[in-house]
């Protein structure tokens, strides 16, 4: 058997296998199935929204069907769950699916109004949702349509959250200048709210005045205020003026400088090269560690990788499997400092403990390995690794398969290349957010423009394009191995230009190669 002919049978068979791992894991598969076939002495539990609502897992999947559905089986809209719900998918960031659930809530207290109370904190976390989901105009008509006693400092602080978060500065400023006037901009929210507008628009600098505007005004800094002035200075390689400011922190008496205050600190010490600085830092922020809180040894163990410390990192991970349960964050986080220090064999042996440890399997984890092979240029073993996931009957998702593609481009290694790419393109699903390397696609397009029959390339642009607009380098490979193959390239010229990609010089110089 040829090789080409050997590739499309191992291909064919690879991908048949993917589909039907993704298909048996699919959520339109049966999964009651599973419930009913076992014990069937004990009554099945009654499913909760709760439990409707977290699969949907993709921000953007639509919830009024499932809503539809469960409000027809018979189901009640309890106004507080909803809104405990809400506030979990917000966190999520699954303002979508947080904006679907509020309407209904909003549906369910007008229904009840008589009983409850619809305040003006649940307005403004409407207004909220409706400016993350369809803008700064959707919100302000909202925030129009309000009765005046609910267009209080909450009503009028979600508005200017919107507005900080389009990056829309002058709109922001106004609009705290407005809430000033009236007397709404006596809390640090909104004040903190423009220092993280400064922040996003690279106008550190402005970030300092405006905790001194807040303090002559009386309004009290927070924790947040004081570490989005540090980092203003921080960013701006301003060590000695970040120091005075947390000394000036430590020094107030309804503050207590945390550790993500001291992180922060630790940070900006070691982009400075203040290493001795940094692991001081480092230390008050585990002297303020919050035993039970993973995102502490998270932010701590990722420091110590900046740095170099791999003791400092053992030492944490062990003290947080002593007082805590691990999750994938926690294996996430682990892996991505022994990867950035090069210990591959040690990432290894970490990934076996996670795969037996219990946790939801969540290809996140391994692909920060499978990083770790790209770096090193070991690709045969990212590709032994994918096949033992796939034998254990575990769907690898296009971000895994793209990762093994890319590498193996980066090595030069294009049939490989070709290969995964293929596989990462067979499985993508539009919701997963993955896009494929551009670098590692051009250098394939180039390598079966060359290599690969014209039948084979078809089929890989078909798949490419649910992915990434067609462009120039997609149609010279399609253009290159029709001339190969003795095909006719006019209704190919035709479509360049329908999709307003006009031929250039390129084009000319590949048509006349083949002349």
């Known amino acids: 058997m040829d090789s080409s002919r050997f590739f499309r049978v191992n291909r064919l068979k690879t991908v048949l296998r993917v589909a039907r791992l993704l298909l048996s894991s699919s959520p339109l598969a049966p999964a009651a199935a599973k419930s009913y076939c076992s014990k069937t002495s004990r009554p099945p539990r009654r499913r909760s929204l709760a439990a409707i609502v977290y699969p949907l897992g993709h921000p953007s999947i639509n919830l009024s069907p499932e809503l539809d559905r469960w409000v027809a089986d018979g189901n009640p809209l309890r106004i507080v769950e909803i809104q405990n719900l809400v506030r979990d998918l917000r ?91 009236m007397g709404l901009a006596s809390s640090s929210l909104p004040y903190n709210n423009i220092m993280c507008l400064y922040t996003t628009t690279g106008q550190h600098e402005k970030v300092p005045p405006l905790l001194a505007e807040m303090k002559e005004s009386m309004v009290m800094p927070d924790n947040f205020s004081y570490r989005l002035c540090i980092n203003s200075y921080g960013t701006r390689s301003d060590i000695e ?43 008050k922020a585990e002297g303020k560690l919050e035993k039970k809180n993973g995102l502490c040894y998270n932010h701590l163990i990722s420091l110590y990788g900046a740095i170099g410390n791999k003791a400092e990192i053992w030492r944490l991970w062990k003290l947080q499997k002593e007082n805590m349960k691990l999750v994938n964050r926690d294996y996430t986080t682990m892996l991505q400092a022994l990867v950035k220090l090069g210990e591959i064999e040690e990432a290894e042996e970490l990934i076996k403990e996670w795969e037996s440890s219990g946790n939801s399997f969540d290809f996140r984890v391994p692909n920060v390995l499978l990083v770790g092979y790209r770096k090193k240029g070991t690709m045969e073993k990212a590709e032994v ?87 120039g380098d997609i149609y010279h490979t399609l253009i290159k191995s029709y001339i190969r193959a003795g095909a006719g390239i006019e209704k190919l010229l035709e479509s360049m230009k329908s999709k307003g990609i006009e031929p250039n010089e390129e084009t000319l110089e590949i048509i006349a190669s083949f002349k």
Not at 251 to 279: G, H
């Open 91 to 181: 966190r999520r960031r699954r303002h979508k699916q947080a904006l679907e659930l509020n309407r209904c809530k909003v549906s369910e207290w007008m229904k009840t109004k008589r009983n409850a109370i619809f305040m003006a904190s649940d307005h403004a976390v409407h207004l909220d949702l409706i400016g993350e989901v369809h803008g700064v105009s959707a919100a302000e008509n909202y925030f129009k349509s309000l009765m005046e006693k609910d267009k209080n400092e909450k009503t009028y602080g979600a508005l200017l959250n919107c507005y900080v978060r389009e990056r829309l500065i002058n709109e922001s400023l106004s609009h705290l200048e407005k809430m000033k006037v």
């Open 385 to 471: 690794m994918l096949d033992e996931f796939l034998s254990k009957g575990k769907a690898p998702p296009s971000s895994s398969w793209g990762i093994v593609a890319t590498g193996f481009a980066e090595k030069g290694e294009m049939s490989k290349a070709y290969e995964f790419m293929t596989s990462a393109l067979c499985v993508y699903k539009p919701s997963s957010g993955w896009e494929p390397n551009s670098n590692a696609i051009r250098s394939i397009l180039h390598y079966i423009a060359d290599e690969v029959d014209a039948k084979n390339v078809e089929t890989f642009v078909d798949l490419l394009k649910n992915v990434v607009p067609l462009n």
């Open 241 to 283: 003026g970040m120091e005075k400011v947390l000394e000036e922190m430590a020094l107030q008496p309804q503050i207590v400088v945390d550790w993500n205050t001291y992180s922060v600190v630790a940070n900006i010490y070691i982009r400075a090269l203040l290493i001795e600085k940094a692991i001081s830092a480092l230390r």
